[in-house]
């Protein structure tokens, strides 16, 4: 299997924005430990989270054109 340059990249600079996107708005406006509070479970919400962040790059992943 051959990894196409144009895709991971891509995909990597899509990571990394929405990444900070969810930092920034988990850590500064919802406070994680309130996201704990409300769905009672730090596993719950780490998975989610981490889901929130692989799928949506899986998808650019996959989905990227190539010429």
């Known amino acids: 299997m051959t990894m196409k340059k144009r895709k991971i990249k891509y995909s990597a600079i ?3 924005c929405w990444f900070a996107l969810l930092v920034l708005l988990v850590d500064g406006l919802l406070k994680f430990q309130t996201l704990v509070d409300y769905f009672g479970s730090y596993a719950v919400v780490e998975i989610t ?3 929130l962040v692989l799928l949506p790059t899986l998808v650019v992943y996959r989905f990227t054109k190539e010429k």
């Open 49 to 51: 989270l981490l889901l």
């Open 14 to 16: 899509f990571f990394l």
